[in-house]
């Protein structure tokens, strides 16, 4: 740290970093700035900037807004002030990797803004002492999460245990009952909605009645019709049955109806984990946690079982030469090869099990005789995106409406006015997962059109369902860095989203009162 920093004569104009964690803190941001506003005083400073992450967790820089907006206004040619304080080292963050928080700092103090920690007992000023300590408290953080996490899941099993519901969406035919300590009901939780009171618990409960009769359907379908789930889903949406969102059916949609357990009310937990919010991991079943005859059933549990059973006989374990048979089989008969094709037939193992077994498609492809030229399923598709399109325009248009905001469609471009000011683009990114295993998405903007804003949403490798979001501003973005990788550097990640809320709060409009 300079000695202009440290001078109590100069009132040198610094931002301030503060954050809460989700988890429980023991310090609040108010307390955090309390702290900061004694320590610039006491140096001869002033706060001219706030940057507040409350409620977000300290894991990544994934969902801390404020820190995204703080990393890219170090980098302007004059941010407008000299450096940043910070509470101490947790607040900063509680990165799991703990060179990602110093990776964070270094690009502050490259462009001339340094990370001060104002409740540690040292300074940071660059000694071989401060520079020790520092690294001590980053892995201090990190070692704190991991005990929470262990902690949390612990806690979450015992729940399980106990018969309550911990995490995710009720499914389709379901819905999540708020009960009190004495497990008394007290309401239906809405999509979205979390319990607020500590001792108060979840369990699931049939949904509307409709919705109860249709999975019965789903059931009987598939085992007395012997209809496949491909099958099923075009039957529903050919009767414009919405699924549990809105939407239309999928195989996969049908398939989970079909295997989860919670149908027959039992509470299963830990098939997947996501732990430190480093990688999902799919866990063996003897790592799940369960409680049966948790929940009212919808589903007779003989009529469950006599479908695992059918679905457990198709799914006998191939051997490589069975699979590839099985795949030669199916160029035979359609003169070409795509992962779409793959996964839409019924009898063949999916795309992603070919991968797994061979590393990749192509050299799937390569062994059964097959070099294609092209992948032509991304034509399948892009029209599937296509169709696609105006319900996820829907989606910003409804978004910015529930915020108070207003939309007008521009006609002759297909631009977005927002609140008669912004000019809002809406783009779909297709994934392409890479033969390596990665995923990649092709985004083309309308640059033509120089929108204000443009919304990027980025698939999921089915291209499905919205991944994440991208909303990137025309005025300090450029075309040529497009967020094309699964990870982009915080230079393009600082403008990622895990949902649209914050795009929509931010365009959104409030009421004010006229004066007297």
Same mark, same amino acid.
């Given at each position: 740290?300079?000695?202009?920093?440290?001078?109590?004569?100069?009132?040198?104009?610094?931002?301030?970093?503060? %954050?809460?964690?989700?988890?429980?803190?023991?310090?609040?941001?108010?307390?955090?700035?309390?702290?900061?506003?004694?320590?610039?005083k006491?140096?001869?400073?002033?706060?001219?900037?706030?940057? *507040?992450?409350?409620?977000?967790?300290?894991?990544?820089?994934?969902?801390?807004?404020?820190?995204?907006?703080?990393?890219?206004?170090?980098?302007?040619?004059?941010?407008?002030f000299?450096?940043?304080?910070?509470?101490?080292?947790?607040?900063?963050?509680?990165?799991?990797?703990?060179?990602?928080?110093?990776?964070?700092?270094?690009?502050?103090?490259?462009h001339?803004?340094?990370?001060?920690?104002?409740? @540690?007992?040292?300074?940071?000023? =660059?000694?071989?002492?401060s520079?020790?300590?520092?690294? &001590?408290?980053?892995?201090?953080?990190? *070692?704190?999460?991991?005990?929470?996490?262990?902690?949390?899941?612990?806690?979450?099993?015992?729940?399980?245990?106990?018969?309550?519901?911990?995490?995710?969406?009720?499914? /389709?035919?379901? %819905?999540?009952?708020?009960?009190?300590?004495?497990?008394?009901?007290? $309401?239906?939780?809405? %999509?979205?909605?979390?319990?607020?009171?500590?001792?108060?618990?979840?369990?699931?409960?049939? =949904?509307?009645s409709?919705?109860? $009769?249709?999975?019965?359907?789903?059931?009987?379908?598939?085992?007395?019709?012997?209809?496949?789930?491909?099958?099923i889903a075009?039957?529903?949406?050919?009767?414009?049955?919405?699924?549990?969102?809105?939407?239309p059916?999928?195989?996969?949609?049908?398939?989970?109806?079909?295997?989860?357990?919670?149908?027959?009310?039992?509470?299963?937990?830990?098939?997947?984990?996501?732990?430190?919010?480093?990688?999902?991991?799919?866990?063996?079943?003897?790592?799940?946690?369960?409680?049966?005859?948790?929940?009212?059933?919808?589903?007779?549990?003989? &009529?469950?079982?006599?479908?695992?059973?059918?679905?457990?006989?198709?799914?006998?374990?191939?051997?490589?030469?069975?699979? &590839?048979?099985?795949?030669?089989?199916?160029? *035979?008969?359609? =003169?070409?090869?795509?992962?779409?094709?793959?996964?839409?037939?019924?009898?063949?193992?999916?795309?992603?099990?070919?991968?797994?077994?061979?590393?990749?498609? &192509?050299?799937?492809?390569?062994?059964?005789?097959?070099?294609?030229?092209?992948?032509?399923?991304?034509?399948?598709?892009?029209?599937?995106?296509?169709q696609?399109h105006?319900?996820?325009?829907?989606?910003?248009?409804?978004?910015?409406?529930?915020?108070?905001?207003?939309?007008?469609?521009?006609?002759?471009?297909?631009?977005?006015?927002?609140?008669?000011?912004?000019?809002?683009?809406?783009?779909?990114?297709?994934?392409?997962p890479?033969?390596a295993?990665?995923?990649?998405?092709?985004?083309?903007?309308?640059?033509?059109?120089?929108?204000?804003?443009?919304?990027?949403?980025?698939?999921?490798?089915?291209?499905?369902?919205?991944?994440?979001? /991208?909303?990137?501003?025309?005025?300090?973005?450029?075309?040529?860095?497009?967020?094309?990788? @699964?990870?982009?550097?915080?230079?393009?990640?600082? /403008? %990622?989203?895990?949902?649209?809320?914050?795009?929509?709060?931010?365009?959104?409009?409030?009421?004010?009162? *006229? $004066?007297?």
């Amino acid at each position: 740290m300079t000695d202009a920093i440290q001078s109590p004569d100069r009132h040198i104009p610094v931002a301030q970093y503060v %954050r809460m964690s989700t988890e429980h803190q023991r310090y609040s941001t108010e307390n955090q700035a309390a702290a900061i506003a004694e320590y610039a005083k006491a140096h001869g400073m002033e706060i001219v900037q706030t940057y *507040e992450d409350s409620g977000k967790s300290g894991l990544n820089l994934k969902g801390r807004s404020a820190l995204q907006a703080l990393l890219r206004d170090v980098k302007l040619p004059s941010p407008g002030f000299n450096a940043i304080l910070v509470y101490d080292v947790s607040r900063w963050g509680r990165f799991p990797d703990p060179d990602e928080a110093a990776a964070y700092v270094h690009a502050c103090k490259s462009h001339g803004v340094p990370v001060i920690y104002c409740a @540690e007992a040292f300074k940071n000023d =660059g000694s071989l002492p401060s520079t020790i300590m520092i690294g &001590l408290k980053r892995s201090m953080a990190a *070692e704190y999460s991991r005990e929470l996490s262990d902690k949390v899941f612990k806690g979450a099993c015992n729940i399980v245990r106990h018969g309550f519901r911990q995490g995710g969406t009720p499914g /389709y035919g379901l %819905r999540r009952q708020l009960v009190d300590e004495y497990l008394q009901p007290k $309401a239906l939780l809405a %999509r979205g909605e979390q319990k607020s009171i500590q001792t108060d618990r979840v369990i699931l409960v049939p =949904g509307p009645s409709q919705e109860v $009769a249709t999975v019965l359907r789903i059931y009987r379908l598939f085992l007395q019709e012997a209809m496949p789930e491909r099958v099923i889903a075009s039957v529903l949406n050919r009767e414009g049955i919405p699924n549990e969102v809105g939407g239309p059916w999928s195989r996969g949609t049908i398939h989970q109806i079909l295997t989860n357990e919670k149908y027959v009310g039992h509470n299963v937990y830990n098939r997947t984990s996501f732990k430190l919010k480093l990688q999902h991991v799919q866990n063996p079943p003897e790592a799940w946690v369960r409680k049966e005859h948790a929940f009212e059933a919808i589903v007779p549990f003989d &009529l469950f079982e006599r479908v695992q059973a059918v679905i457990a006989a198709r799914s006998v374990h191939l051997d490589d030469r069975q699979m &590839l048979e099985a795949l030669r089989s199916l160029l *035979e008969r359609h =003169g070409a090869l795509s992962g779409m094709l793959i996964d839409e037939e019924e009898g063949v193992p999916s795309s992603s099990a070919f991968r797994h077994r061979f590393g990749s498609l &192509l050299r799937a492809y390569s062994l059964v005789g097959y070099s294609p030229k092209r992948d032509y399923a991304y034509l399948e598709i892009n029209r599937a995106l296509r169709q696609r399109h105006p319900e996820m325009v829907r989606l910003v248009v409804d978004g910015i409406a529930q915020h108070g905001g207003w939309v007008e469609p521009c006609r002759d471009t297909g631009l977005l006015r927002v609140n008669g000011e912004l000019l809002t683009s809406v783009v779909i990114a297709r994934c392409k997962p890479t033969p390596a295993g990665s995923n990649r998405w092709r985004i083309r903007l309308d640059a033509s059109l120089t929108p204000h804003l443009t919304v990027v949403i980025r698939m999921d490798p089915g291209n499905r369902h919205a991944h994440d979001f /991208y909303v990137l501003p025309s005025i300090d973005f450029t075309p040529d860095g497009r967020p094309s990788m @699964e990870d982009n550097g915080f230079s393009l990640d600082a /403008y %990622r989203m895990d949902t649209l809320e914050e795009f929509f709060a931010l365009a959104g409009r409030a009421a004010l009162l *006229e $004066a007297a």
